[in-house]
């Protein structure tokens, strides 16, 4: 008797992962809580409610980075709450707090089933990660190109180590956190200005980042369009 391709049970822990993602994601849509951090909201909850608008914020941030919403909005609106300094905290907090749930979500129930069916996939992963988890993800962070939910679920049904993976991840995450909390934030500055040196940050981490992809992947291949 012939082994099957796929077995029972990672079949099972494959169509759990793909149910609830799209179970989590219809609910939020429904429920409108993929609107609720917005800039009325911050107005309402967060501004002025100490301790508890600010655990508000980091919780429903970490969430809303967690399912795939950009990491960037979320940042803005902590520069519009919280300020440049604080915001760069609380964002930075929310970001990380999002890569780790996300991270050890596809780690514990899509990992066998990802790695059975994809095995090449994930390999390239592992091999740009493997020598260097730390600076490698924090490379990868660098990078102007990419989704951050699907390199937490990639990372995540990879065999990286998750402590060195989560440090550059934080890491590489200020370059761009920078940006849009300064973007957001209320600081004493002439608007014009604070968009041009958000732009111009932004255009530096970029180009720093595709820089640093070519001179430290060491023949490793994440990206073709990089690599062109």
């Not at 002439?190 to 932004?202: G, K, Q, T």
Request: aromatic content about 10%.
């Amino acid at each position: 008797m012939t082994e099957p391709a796929v077995k029972p049970r990672l079949l099972l822990k494959g169509l759990v992962l793909i149910a609830t993602l799209a179970a989590f994601g219809a609910a939020l849509k429904l429920s409108g809580l993929g609107d609720l951090l917005s800039e009325h909201f911050i107005d309402e909850q967060v501004k002025g409610h100490g301790l508890t608008g600010e655990g508000l914020f980091l919780g429903l941030g970490a969430v809303l980075i967690a399912v795939g919403v950009p990491r960037q909005a979320i940042c803005f609106l902590a520069g519009y709450a919280f300020g440049f300094m604080e915001g760069l905290v609380w964002s930075s907090l929310a970001s990380l707090i999002g890569c780790i749930g996300c991270f050890f979500y596809a780690r514990l129930l899509g990992r066998d089933l990802v790695m059975h069916k994809f095995a090449a996939r994930v390999k390239r992963v592992d091999d740009f990660l493997r020598d260097n988890p730390l600076s490698m993800a924090m490379l990868i962070r660098f990078l102007p190109i990419g989704s951050n939910l699907l390199t937490n679920l990639v990372a995540g049904v990879s065999s990286v180590p998750p402590l060195p993976f989560f440090i550059g991840s934080l890491i590489g995450y200020v370059p761009q956190t920078l940006v849009f909390v300064l973007l957001g934030s209320g600081v004493q500055v002439d608007p014009v200005w604070r968009i041009s040196a958000s732009v111009v940050l932004f255009l530096v981490s970029g180009v720093m980042g595709v820089v640093l992809y070519r001179r430290m992947r060491h023949g490793h291949s994440l990206d073709s369009a990089l690599d062109s």
